[in-house]
């Protein structure tokens, strides 16, 4: 069975950082690109980034790009999102969603992880 469960979330200040942890299982970890995506309260999904299967390709969205950054260890099954300068309107919740294949985009997205609350508020 596919699993992704991220971890990490949490009451942060603006302008402090925070790292999200998605750790996967069930598949050939490296074989897939991760993807995360994010909803504000009462918003629709925002596709944040992309990391290859290795790790050798990522792509950001506009709105992080700069603050955010992915990486990921196939040895633990487990891909990061390092937020650094949060802003009140990161908050939302923050999934992790596996794609297709190694270099699989948002548009091919097939599993989702449950989601984790990050608050970004003094």
């Known amino acids: 069975e596919v699993q992704l469960v991220e971890s990490g979330g949490g009451l942060v200040q603006p302008g402090r950082s925070l790292r999200l942890s998605c750790v996967a299982s069930?598949?050939?970890?490296?074989?897939?690109?991760v993807n995360w995506v994010r909803q504000a309260p009462g918003k629709g999904l925002e596709w944040l980034g992309f990391i290859s299967g290795y790790g050798h390709g990522t792509s950001y969205a506009a709105s992080v790009k700069g603050r955010f950054t992915l990486s990921r260890d196939n040895a633990k099954n487990t891909v990061y999102l390092q937020m650094n300068s949060l802003k009140p309107e990161d908050t939302a919740v923050y999934f992790c969603a596996r794609s297709t294949t190694e270099w699989a985009r948002w548009w091919e997205i097939d599993y989702w992880g449950q989601g984790t609350q990050v608050t970004s508020s003094s």
């Open positions: 069930g598949f050939t970890f490296s074989a897939y690109a």
